[in-house]
């Protein structure tokens, strides 16, 4: 059946989600009943999208890694290896005459390739997998982990948790509270205006964190659906959308590098400022 643009658009935005509504569970048929089974409802195809990209990655870095030489090196052993030698570079560069954490790098090396794996999936033709779905009789699915709230934000409330771990585990837990409670203001007259100050501050950084990589791209998937709507108007504009799409996804190879870029190295900047103690 045909879909007008706003249909086209509507049914490309729509997860394929479980949940429960009106005492019947199972998957929604439409984005409004999508919305009706509320907060603990699940989001089938980020979910399912988000792991299938996390377990690609390890298979293939742990196969780089068994197959690790000191003679020369293939190019995917060189790949690794340049990431591996970023990120590092990149710690260390932060967290300047300071030890840094053996956890940091591992932890900023996996979030910058899992969400650069995630976003790359965008670069997929729109319709593509969507098709190949609604043939084996799936109605919807995304195929973007990141245009997803839920993944960007889980993301970044597990950097949150660990930036309290590393807060705690460096300065223990009187130095957490004093941090949060005598700062800026040293007096206990100040200790409800500290605490919120230095709350909505701690509060911040996951969600910056989580909203900023899903803006970016929800944004940048939802102008690749726009520019396949102009296929179904004629055949010049069908002719433009094919330019505009090449356009859009040689620039979008930069905005989702550097969206997992800027993820990490924010990641690395909060968990340097957790080993940081105020005087």
Wanted: charged share 10%.
């Amino acid at each position: 059946m045909a879909l007008t643009s706003g249909e086209y658009i509507k049914h490309h935005l729509t997860n394929l989600t479980w949940g429960c509504h009106a005492g019947h569970c199972g998957i929604a048929s439409s984005m409004d009943e999508a919305h009706a089974m509320g907060f603990w409802s699940v989001h089938v195809d980020s979910m399912a999208w988000s792991i299938g990209t996390a377990v690609v990655l390890a298979w293939l870095l742990r196969s780089v890694a068994v197959r690790m030489t000191s003679g020369v090196p293939g190019k995917l052993q060189n790949l690794v290896e340049v990431l591996v030698n970023f990120v590092d570079s990149s710690v260390e560069g932060i967290i300047k005459g300071r030890q840094a954490s053996p956890m940091i790098a591992p932890m900023a090396l996996t979030l910058f390739v899992w969400i650069f794996a995630m976003n790359f999936m965008d670069l997929i033709p729109v319709d593509i997998l969507p098709m190949a779905f609604q043939a084996m009789g799936v109605e919807h699915m995304r195929v973007v982990p990141t245009t997803d709230p839920n993944i960007t934000l889980g993301m970044a409330v597990f950097v949150f948790l660990m930036i309290i771990f590393f807060s705690i585990r460096h300065k223990g837990v009187g130095g957490f509270v004093g941090e949060l409670t005598l700062h800026p203001f040293n007096h206990p007259v100040f200790i409800p205006f500290n605490f919120l100050l230095e709350g909505v501050g701690l509060l911040a950084k996951p969600v910056s964190l989580g909203m900023r990589l899903f803006g970016n791209m929800y944004a940048g998937e939802l102008i690749f659906i726009l520019i396949c709507t102009m296929y179904a108007a004629n055949v010049f504009l069908g002719s433009f959308g094919v330019v505009l799409q090449w356009a859009w996804a040689v620039f979008h190879i930069l905005i989702i590098t550097l969206q997992a870029f800027i993820f990490m190295m924010l990641t690395i900047v909060y968990m340097s400022a957790a080993q940081e103690s105020h005087h």
